[in-house]
């Protein structure tokens, strides 16, 4: 199964309306994109806590890395470039965090507030090898412009 990212945006929009704790967002977000696609293995945020320091927020999956400096890792690459990162092949990517030793490939995406301020990333993983697309990332940046923009 894969997503059906027009179908997530309206679940996720109406389960979300008038929502705005960051972290109440997140944990709707994430259980609602884990179970959309059986490609996501892991699925979480890393929320900004410190400057150039993200620490997990709400997840899916296995135990993830409690702590990810910005100097460190795919997720802490998007932090820090505010850039989406899409790795095919995480052995290929220099200085990846294995986090989970299953992980193949990766897609990390930034989550902004309505100031346009990161305030988290968005973390995929999946057991398969360059399992993500352009279209996932673009259609997952738009679910998450739509519930973070607004806070």
């Known amino acids: ?53 993200l620490k997990i927020g709400p997840y899916q999956g296995g135990h993830g890395c409690l702590v990810i400096p910005f100097s460190r890792g795919v ?9 989406v990162q899409r790795v095919a092949d995480v052995d290929a990517f220099p200085g990846h965090i294995a986090c989970a030793s299953s992980t193949r490939s990766e897609l990390v995406l930034p989550v902004r507030n309505r100031a346009g301020e990161v305030i988290a990333v968005f ?11 352009a279209a996932d990332a673009e259609a997952l940046t738009d679910i998450l412009e739509g519930v973070f923009g607004r806070i």
Do not use: N
Not at 6 to 16: E, F, G, S
Not at 75 to 83: F, H, K, L
């Open 1 to 53: 199964m894969t997503a059906d990212y027009d179908h997530l945006r309206k679940t996720i929009a109406a389960l979300t309306e008038g929502e705005t704790d960051a972290v109440a967002l997140m944990a709707t977000v994430v259980c609602e994109v884990h179970h959309a696609d059986d490609r996501f293995d892991w699925t979480g945020f890393y929320r900004v806590t410190e400057p150039e320091v």
């Open 75 to 83: 997720c802490g690459a998007a932090a820090r470039t505010g850039a």
């Open 123 to 133: 973390d995929i993983d999946s057991d398969q090898p360059d399992a993500f697309r």
